[in-house]
């Protein structure tokens, strides 16, 4: 089956993009990637880093998807959990689902605070079976919104994380954005994570779990044994914040933002120069 990756790129996120695309192209030959690059932004580093790559890397410039709805998705957690701007984007990303069904077999979506350090083939061959292959959020979902005292509105035993997921193109239906539209209006005071929670609500029972190491986060309990295949900075400690704080019990966060730090220095001269000082010293400072 013809599987193909795609990644939606706005111009405020150029530098992590820069890192998760070209960490991904490097360790999965044969993948072609589709960068979705939000009109009229300057991306002339991030096409310089992914020229090594040409025949595998395709650019479409685009306007995000514009909806009235947006302006009724407010409520005390949006500001903790995403920005309120960033809803284009993720439209973008149920977009890029439909478009992408007509071009492959299995659809990969990549976020882009993300280090890949491993080929990903098994798990393309797991979502050969029909159903999504991701690996699961239910604990840590679960803890953050006990610790606030929030409903969960996607309560499924597999709520699966999208910062990377295999998808078989023949479940996703052409109207999926207007589907996610509908889905903003009708959960608009009470979305945590938009397009997460549309798709693990449309996808409910159809999910295959892949090992942590596909998608490994911080707040995995796996995190400390596991050898990752794709590192996620999920949350507000990522390799280049301003600040952060190492988690309890992590020794290996010790490890992954030295390597991320490595990383950068490998793509550094297309890197902003803020960006490698901030992700070199947090790298000293865990």
Same mark, same amino acid.
């Not at 790129?9 to 490097?26: E, G, K, M, T, V």
């Not at 995403?82 to 071009?103: K, S, T």
């Given at each position: 089956?013809?599987?193909?990756?795609?990644?939606?790129?706005?111009?405020?996120?150029?530098?992590?993009?820069?890192?998760?695309?070209?960490?991904?192209?490097?360790?999965?030959?044969?993948?072609?990637?589709?960068?979705?690059?939000? !009109?009229?932004?300057?991306?002339?580093?991030?096409? !310089?880093?992914?020229?090594?790559? !040409? %025949?595998?890397?395709e650019?479409?410039?685009?306007? /995000?998807?514009?909806?009235?709805?947006?302006d009724?998705?407010?409520?005390?957690?949006? +500001?903790? /959990?995403?920005?309120? +701007?960033a &809803?284009p984007?993720?439209?973008?990303?149920?977009?890029?689902?439909?478009?992408?069904?007509?071009?492959?077999?299995?659809?990969?979506?990549?976020?882009?605070?993300?280090?890949?350090?491993? $080929?990903?083939?098994?798990?393309?061959?797991?979502?050969?079976?029909? =159903?999504?292959? #991701?690996?699961?959020? =239910?604990?840590?979902?679960?803890?953050?919104?006990?610790n606030? %005292?929030?409903?969960?509105? @996607? *309560? &499924?035993?597999d709520y699966?994380?999208?910062? /990377?997921?295999?998808?078989?193109?023949?479940?996703?239906?052409?109207?999926?954005?207007? +589907?996610?539209?509908?889905?903003?209006?009708?959960? $608009?005071?009470?979305?945590?994570?938009?397009?997460?929670?549309?798709?693990?609500?449309?996808?409910?029972? &159809?999910?295959t779990?892949?090992? @942590?190491?596909?998608?490994l986060?911080f707040? #995995?309990?796996?995190y400390?044994?596991?050898?990752?295949r794709?590192? $996620?900075?999920? %949350?507000?400690?990522k *390799?280049?914040?301003?600040?952060?704080?190492?988690?309890?019990?992590?020794?290996? /966060?010790? $490890?992954?933002?030295?390597?991320?730090?490595?990383?950068?220095?490998?793509?550094g001269?297309?890197?902003?120069? +803020?960006?490698?000082?901030?992700?070199?010293?947090?790298?000293r400072?865990?």
């Amino acid at each position: 089956m013809r599987a193909k990756a795609f990644c939606v790129i706005d111009p405020d996120y150029i530098d992590p993009a820069i890192i998760a695309a070209a960490s991904f192209l490097r360790f999965n030959a044969g993948i072609p990637l589709v960068v979705y690059l939000e !009109a009229g932004g300057n991306y002339r580093r991030l096409r !310089a880093a992914l020229e090594q790559y !040409a %025949g595998r890397v395709e650019f479409r410039e685009v306007n /995000f998807p514009e909806m009235a709805v947006y302006d009724s998705v407010r409520n005390q957690y949006t +500001e903790i /959990f995403y920005r309120p +701007e960033a &809803m284009p984007a993720f439209a973008q990303r149920i977009r890029g689902l439909a478009e992408m069904r007509q071009e492959c077999d299995i659809i990969l979506n990549l976020d882009l605070d993300t280090l890949t350090l491993n $080929h990903i083939r098994p798990a393309i061959r797991a979502a050969e079976s029909g =159903r999504i292959a #991701a690996v699961s959020e =239910r604990d840590n979902r679960d803890r953050w919104l006990r610790n606030l %005292g929030l409903t969960d509105i @996607a *309560p &499924m035993p597999d709520y699966f994380n999208t910062g /990377f997921a295999a998808y078989p193109a023949a479940i996703i239906p052409d109207d999926i954005l207007r +589907e996610y539209a509908d889905f903003l209006r009708a959960y $608009h005071d009470r979305i945590y994570c938009p397009e997460q929670d549309f798709l693990n609500l449309k996808f409910a029972g &159809m999910i295959t779990r892949l090992p @942590a190491a596909y998608n490994l986060m911080f707040t #995995a309990r796996e995190y400390t044994i596991t050898a990752p295949r794709i590192i $996620h900075f999920l %949350g507000f400690n990522k *390799p280049w914040s301003a600040r952060i704080s190492r988690p309890e019990g992590l020794s290996n /966060f010790d $490890h992954y933002f030295p390597r991320y730090a490595v990383e950068a220095e490998r793509l550094g001269g297309f890197l902003s120069p +803020e960006f490698r000082t901030a992700v070199a010293e947090n790298a000293r400072r865990i």
